[in-house]
């Protein structure tokens, strides 16, 4: 990120944060029930803002939330000037305060005490996409619902990315936020809207937003973003993980996989599904991962933008049934 950014981000001081709310260390420790109240062990996925242990929260004042200790790979991105990385954690704390997005997990607050800090973002009563989908004990997401969650994490990484332009009143490129897509970390609020989680800062160091490799990275995230948002599509469309082997990868662009369709389709929806939807998302899903990233191909077939406005024009030629992002 540039120097114009940073400026802008830190007027007034680093430790002005009207968007968020700031925690004591005592609040946190109450509202999670002395930290046993536990939703992840340290190092898992999902959650947002980063690796540390994430717990379930409810605060004094009625609200719940979703409290995650910052973890490692925070530590290692604070750590500056100041010796501890106070400034580098403060200006990471507003850019993620300014990520206001219908789906992507909000964060309402922070804590800082001698020997730990403290991410408060919204609950998300209906946990991870990949509970949704593989917990035997949980009622089996319908078409519809999975139809409308990757319109919702497409229209996500449309932000993500830095392609929505007016984001922060400015165009934001090189991209501010960095995301992993997978099932782990697409979350499901109380009525099973998506949002996207475990969103970071790509990195304070100016130095780099404006070389030549560091542009090449951000267009090699942007194809890497573009092939997981493919294989989370064939997860919705099959129930199945994708695994470490690229077998769904490889189902998908088989030249005729189109024969063998619906049997791959989820069993769990019961046959209950539309079935130009399902060559659309499959074609998607296709397009999406035609050239693995780092493989040596031409890069992804398709943008994330072209995928937003695609799958949103199906939609409206459907009746407008589901949320448009």
């Avoid at 990385?85 to 704390?93: C, I, R």
């Avoid at 229209?155 to 007016?166: K, S, Y």
Wanted: glycine share 14%.
């Amino acid at each position: 990120m540039g120097d114009c950014l940073r400026r802008r981000l830190c007027l007034g001081g680093t430790r002005t944060l009207p968007f968020v709310r700031r925690f004591t260390p005592k609040e946190i420790e109450a509202a999670t029930k002395g930290f046993t109240a536990v939703l992840e062990a340290a190092g898992h996925c999902g959650g947002g803002g980063g690796g540390g242990a994430a717990y379930r929260a409810r605060f004094a004042g009625g609200l719940v939330a979703t409290v995650r200790r910052a973890g490692p790979r925070d530590g290692r991105r604070q750590q500056g000037s100041d010796g501890d990385g106070k400034a580098a954690f403060y200006l990471e704390l507003q850019l993620l305060a300014r990520l206001n997005h219908r789906h992507v997990v909000r964060l309402r607050g922070f804590a800082e005490g001698h020997r730990a800090r403290f991410l408060v973002f919204d609950h998300m009563e209906n946990r991870s996409l990949k509970e949704c989908l593989h917990d035997p004990l949980r009622t089996p997401l319908d078409w519809r619902t999975r139809l409308q969650v990757a319109i919702d994490v497409a229209a996500a990484l449309f932000l993500n990315l830095g392609w929505f332009q007016e984001y922060l009143y400015y165009f934001c490129d090189p991209p501010v936020f960095h995301v992993t897509v997978d099932s782990g970390n697409v979350l499901m609020d109380a009525n099973f809207v998506a949002k996207l989680s475990n969103v970071g800062v790509v990195s304070d160091d100016l130095k780099l937003a404006t070389t030549e490799s560091f542009q090449d990275q951000v267009e090699q995230r942007r194809a890497g973003l573009v092939f997981q948002y493919g294989v989370l599509v064939l997860e919705l469309v099959t129930g199945q993980s994708p695994g470490g082997d690229g077998e769904l990868v490889r189902w998908v662009q088989e030249p005729g996989f189109a024969g063998s369709m619906h049997r791959m389709v989820d069993a769990d929806l019961g046959g209950v599904y539309d079935a130009r939807e399902l060559r659309d998302l499959v074609n998607v899903a296709r397009l999406c991962t035609r050239h693995e990233p780092g493989g040596g191909g031409d890069g992804a077939a398709v943008s994330i933008p072209q995928i937003v406005r695609y799958l949103q024009g199906k939609v409206e030629r459907l009746g407008g049934k589901a949320r448009c992002g």
